[in-house]
């Protein structure tokens, strides 16, 4: 089922979202809440296949595309952790108004990110986690592909153009003024919900060693990291062994129905 779920902030801000139940009826598992990465969306190789794993193992299913992402509303210019957060608040609350007032959140690269600081704000909301390359090393790795002209130019002009692989945006300086009032030390006291953090070591945008420092340095202690050591960022070549070390954490945890 496709839906439109109106965002918290104008009433233009529109999230398509899809919601898929259980595979026993409304309420009979728990639903996970897919977050894309940055420049991706819900419809992508990696997001069909874990609805698709998930509806087998009889776990519900939402996804959505966050705003200024795939089909929904809102300019990628205007991106912000922030906003994304305010995002999953929206979805969040429709799912609890359905009856699903934990979710299961799985996270890639940004998404993996944002995945982390819901769980950490809203605990209330989230049973456990799942989190495919984080994206904890984001602001080191933006300066790291700027540069210190780069920086400067983008603050000085607001915004700085952004044309990878997956796409072509311009993205606005606050980008990075948000970024900074989410410190990860802040992240490591508030952590206070079992998260399955994966992780290449190959990767080229998220720096391993961060995210094994992070897990480290977290003061709750149910935090379990796999690393791949040959892995790149999006570990897209090896789904199938993700999906069956996410089944493995939710087991141990009672997650599965």
Not at 72 to 82: A, K, N, P, Y
Not at 155 to 173: F, P
Not at 237 to 243: A, H, N
Request: overall charge negative; some cysteine; aromatic content about 10%.
């Amino acid at each position: 089922m496709e839906l439109s779920v109106a965002g918290s902030g104008s009433s233009s801000e529109r999230l398509v979202t899809r919601f898929l139940e259980p595979a026993a009826g409304p309420g009979s598992a728990p639903m996970v809440l897919y977050l894309h990465g940055f420049g991706s969306d819900q419809w992508g190789e990696k997001a069909d296949f874990f609805r698709r794993k998930a509806l087998e193992e009889g776990l519900g299913f939402c996804s959505f595309d966050f705003q200024g992402h795939g089909r929904s509303s809102g300019r990628m210019v205007d991106l912000t952790l922030s906003r994304q957060l305010s995002d999953v608040e929206s979805v969040g609350q429709m799912l609890a108004d359905r009856g699903y007032g934990e979710t299961i959140v799985l996270g890639s690269s940004m998404g993996g990110l944002t995945a982390l600081w819901y769980s950490a704000v809203h605990p209330e909301r989230v049973s456990c986690g799942l989190c495919i390359a984080p994206a904890l090393s984001l602001e080191s790795s933006l300066e790291d592909w700027a540069g210190e002209d780069g920086m400067k130019s983008w603050r000085e002009k607001g915004s700085i153009h952004v044309d990878n692989e997956i796409g072509s945006w311009d993205l606005g300086w606050g980008f990075v003024m948000d970024l900074r009032t989410y410190p990860l030390s802040r992240l490591q006291r508030l952590c206070r919900r079992p998260f399955l953090l994966l992780q290449g070591q190959l990767d080229d945008r998220v720096e391993w060693r961060q995210v094994r420092d992070f897990v480290e340095g977290c003061e709750f202690e149910d935090l379990e990291l796999h690393l791949f050591a040959d892995g790149d960022h999006r570990l897209v070549d090896r789904k199938e062994r993700l999906w069956r070390l996410m089944c493995d954490f939710l087991s141990s945890r009672g997650h599965l129905p």
